[in-house]
């Protein structure tokens, strides 16, 4: 399976720097990079077979589905949102912390209309977890 990250060689000819979050062992592959549509060149990161995956493997992205749920972050989120009760649930610590202060300071609104957005974000499959691996529908 491959997964693309942005390849950014130094001037010295060394290697880029991927962007994103990998998890597992990956190697790189220096003589397989490619053009994608106008963005510049990717590089091709392919992960090794032997990646725990007990929930199987993001069809899209190719990386294995994280132990939380998508339902049950997305519901979390639209019904306690404002506490910043998904995010915690999906491990974004400062993020739930950030909620609590937004729905405090605007009395409710500010952070109740995030919460429903982002509920529907995590519900649509738009947000990964903490550790960069797509959540399990």
């Known amino acids: 399976m491959a997964r693309y990250r942005d390849y950014d060689p130094d001037e010295n000819g060394g290697r880029g720097r991927g962007r994103g979050r990998g998890r597992g062992r990956v190697y790189y592959d220096d003589a397989e990079t490619e053009e994608r549509s106008g963005r510049g060149r990717y590089e091709v990161v392919h992960y090794e077979e032997d990646l725990p995956a007990p929930y199987g ?42 909620m609590i202060l937004a729905t405090i300071f605007t009395f409710g609104i500010a952070g109740g209309i995030w919460a429903l957005i982002d509920g529907v974000r995590i519900l649509m499959g738009e947000v990964y977890d903490a550790d960069g691996l797509p959540l399990r529908p």
Not at 69 to 85: D, K, M
């Open 57 to 98: 493997y993001d069809p899209d992205s190719g990386l294995p589905y994280s132990d939380r749920s998508r339902v049950v972050a997305g519901l979390l989120q639209i019904f306690l949102g404002s506490f910043g009760v998904g995010r915690f649930y999906l491990g974004y610590n400062g993020l739930g912390v950030l």
